[in-house]
């Protein structure tokens, strides 16, 4: 069972920047693509980002392009979210979220392990 660990989250105004980060203990993490994933209230969970095994792939939904970035480091078994020009839309608990090993990406994907969220609050 992998499990994760997110932290990072909280409250900030419009425009300003937030890094999350997600720890796992798991030893073969770098089998392992990752995902970041968020759900405001009343609305379901939507794909935010993703990024494979190697960090050589990366994927966002279109209302994150060009403000967030994931990266990974493979050596502290960390995926971390920068979220930079944040809006009030950008409210929401972020999870993240990794399928089985050796398994693709994406924002169609099948993630199997989440961790338990934190909260991102962006007030106007």
């Known amino acids: 069972q992998v499990q994760l660990v997110e932290s990072g989250g909280g409250l900030v105004q419009a425009g300003a920047s937030l890094r999350l980060s997600c720890a796992t203990s798991e030893r073969a993490f770098t089998t392992y693509g990752m995902g970041w994933f968020r759900q405001a209230p009343g609305k379901e969970r939507e794909f935010v980002a993703a990024?494979?095994?190697?960090?050589?792939?990366?994927y966002y939904a279109d209302s994150v392009k060009g403000r967030f970035t994931i990266s990974r480091l493979n050596a502290k078994n960390t995926v971390y979210l920068q979220m930079n020009s944040l809006e009030p839309e950008d409210t929401a608990v972020y999870y993240c979220?990794?399928?089985?090993?050796?398994?693709?990406?994406?924002?169609?994907?099948?993630?199997?392990?989440w961790g338990q969220g934190t909260q991102v609050t962006v007030s106007s």
């Open positions: 990024i494979n095994w190697s960090g050589g792939s990366t």
């Open positions: 979220a990794a399928p089985l090993a050796f398994q693709r990406v994406g924002p169609s994907q099948t993630y199997h392990y």
